[in-house]
């Protein structure tokens, strides 16, 4: 394969400049350029932040849905004003339950597709639960075809999910939306993780892993708890040395925590969280090792008692 794409390298080579230099993201995480047949080309940070450090225009059309006569109707509301005061383009649709949490988030591929299919340029998804804190920058002139975070090199957080007009991100959205019609009981991230795992084995998605410092996260459980304390207080002071505090653009309410009982009407529900995907396919993920031919059943073992 090639390793040069001309939308990428001219990021890449892109001069620094002062007022991408000054927003201050940490020189960790990935790029990953998909290739033949299970190869592919990661770009060490020092280059793929390169892809940060520019003046940017144009950004992406933000996209979110809510399940109707529900409180995320109302978080939504929050969502569309905080673009509204970044100026920034956003569409949102309301849905009706489906009758229980996981499969409303499984709704979510289906709309997305939706808003990739009609729209003329790049999208975003946002969750109807967040808000924006301070115009999201590196995602405006994207030249990658996916962004999102990935959390401990293998959890997908899909909270933000960027998708470029391009042939790779189609193909992803086709992959992940037939996953989450055959499989509703599955969380939508993990099959988004493996989702992107089998195109990127087909090559030719160009993906950018984004640092999870641009999601402020509410802790879990009793917020004034020691432990909780001193993961603020890691938070506030590790950086310090480097005069910079971490950077906070997508607040993020996990309304899931307090919302997902509410969500359904069957006291038996039954899902498949991101904590179930397997030791070997996580692996895989965080060294970018596409080699081995995954089955859903490789990556969740335990599907099959689900299907029965």
Known sequence: MTNSDPAIDAYIGYPWSSG?????FLDYDLAHLGGEEGAGVTLPWAKA??????????????????????????????????????????????????????ANTCLKSECVSRFWNAAEGPICWLDADSTVAREPWFLCDNPFDFAIVRRHGWRFMSGM?????????????????????????????????????TVARRGGIRTLWLPVDIFDIPAQGNAISLKNRLKAFRNKWLYRPHRRMLPKFFLQKQASRTQKKSANTD??????????????FREALSKGDLRRDFTIRDVFPMIDDYEG
């Open 161 to 197: 999910i960027f998708l470029n007009k391009t042939a790779g991100a189609q193909a992803l959205l086709t992959e992940w939306t037939a996953l989450c019609k055959r499989y509703p009981y599955v969380w939508d991230q993990a099959l988004l993780s493996f989702a992107w795992y």
């Open 267 to 280: 006291a038996r529900q039954f899902e498949i969280g991101s904590d179930m995907i397997s030791r070997d």
């Open 20 to 24: 991408g230099a000054g927003k201050g």
């Open 49 to 102: 932040r390169k892809v940060f450090l520019r003046e940017r225009v144009g950004p992406p059309n933000f996209i979110s849905y809510y399940t109707v006569d529900t409180p995320y109707e109302d978080m939504a509301k929050e969502l569309a004003d905080s673009l509204d005061r970044l100026n920034m383009p956003h569409e949102f649709e309301g849905l009706a339950s489906r009758g229980s949490w996981v």
